[in-house]
Each structure stands twice: as structure tokens, then as C-alpha cells.
């Protein structure tokens, strides 16, 4: 049992559970500081870096757990969706026409979230956990440029006076979406591929 716990403990999962933490603090910081939302804007920053870093460490250091290749993606999960859903709010996620659009990828993304929970719990249920792969963190990365091109921060960030380049953010929010569904179908081939006991595709 000691073994285990001091395996749980490691720097990777630390770092995993202070970017979960921060999402609440994201949040609270978006709606409660509506004229100072650079705060927000940092704390996203922040809980980004985060991510970079607790992978570099866990295999830097061979602390990669169950806990870190479940939890690491929970994690980018909660502060994307939760980042997505304030944005959503100000329709800030698609280019301006058809406006139906950013509504359109705003539930699209949630729904493939919550599908992607769900399906995480069945197979940790199962006994297997399927971790991130490539275009999943390919999306990840390009929803991290495409917020930061897009975030409201009424102009207190250089760039954001450019509006070519928060159009840009927005089409790489649609380019990080797509990339998102792809990470779900192969997402699927892989945990098919675990359950009737064949090597995943990205393995």
C-alpha cells in the first residue's frame, strides 16, 4: 500500500491536480472580473504550462501512472470545456457568419467531452485506460493558440487590437474542433481494440 501511495505522489500528478484546481479559479475569475480579464487569460496560461510540463517530468523522470494517463487528459478536458463554454457565451468560437456556427461547435465539443468521460469511467470500469494520443494533443494545443487569439481582455493584449489575427483564432478553433472528432473516432478503434484484447492502433 505504501508502495502505491508514494507511486500516486509524484510531481506529474501534482502538477495534474493543480490544473484541475485552477479551473474553478478560471471560472470564478472570467464572471467575477469581467474588466480585468487578462486574469482569467493568465490563469489558463498557467494551467497550460502545467500540462507541458507534468508530461516532460513524467517521462523524464518514469513517473507515468494509471492516475497520470487518466487524470492528465481529465484535466485538459475540464479547462478547455469550461474555457470554451465562457467563450461560447460571447461568440467568440467560429468565424462571425453564419453565426449559427458557434453554437454549433461550442455543443459538438461538449457533447464529445462528456462521451469521452463517460467512455474513460467505462473502460477504467473494464480494468484499461486509454490515454491522449496524437491528435488529441494536436487539438489541444491548437484550442491553447486559438484561445489565446481569441480571449476578450477589451484590449488590454497587444494582438487583440489586430482583428485578422482573432479571425485567425477562429478558424483554428473550427482546425482544433476537427481535430478533437478525430481523437474521438480513433479514441473508439483503441478502446474497441482493448476490449476483444488486440493492440491499440497508436500503441
Not at 111 to 116: C, V
Not at 128 to 149: D, E, M, P, R
Amino acid at each position: 500500500m505504501q508502495n502505491e501511495t508514494s507511486r500516486l505522489i509524484t510531481i506529474p500528478n501534482i502538477l495534474t491536480l493543480i490544473r484541475i484546481f485552477l479551473v474553478p479559479v478560471f471560472v470564478i475569475t472570467y464572471y467575477e472580473y469581467p474588466d480585468a480579464r487578462y486574469i482569467s487569460m493568465c490563469v489558463f496560461i498557467l494551467a497550460s504550462l502545467t500540462d507541458g510540463v507534468d508530461g516532460y517530468l513524467a517521462r523524464r523522470l518514469n513517473q507515468i501512472t494509471s492516475f497520470g494517463k487518466l487524470c492528465d487528459p481529465l484535466a485538459d478536458k475540464l479547462m478547455i470545456v469550461s474555457m470554451m463554454f465562457c467563450l461560447g457565451r460571447t461568440g467568440l468560437l467560429a468565424p462571425q457568419k453564419p453565426a449559427w456556427l458557434n453554437s454549433v461547435v461550442l455543443y459538438a465539443v461538449l457533447t464529445k467531452e462528456i462521451l469521452m468521460v463517460l467512455g474513460g469511467l467505462f473502460m477504467l470500469k473494464k480494468g484499461f485506460v486509454v490515454h491522449s494520443n496524437i491528435f488529441g494533443k494536436i487539438a489541444t494545443a491548437a484550442f491553447c493558440l486559438a484561445i489565446v487569439l481569441v480571449f476578450p481582455t477589451n484590449g488590454t493584449l497587444p494582438w487583440h487590437g489586430v482583428g485578422r489575427l482573432q479571425l485567425i483564432g477562429r478558424w483554428l478553433m473550427l482546425a482544433a474542433t476537427l481535430s478533437t472528432f478525430v481523437a474521438f473516432v480513433v479514441y473508439l478503434f483503441d478502446s474497441a481494440a482493448k476490449l476483444r484484447g488486440k493492440k491499440p492502433a497508436n500503441a
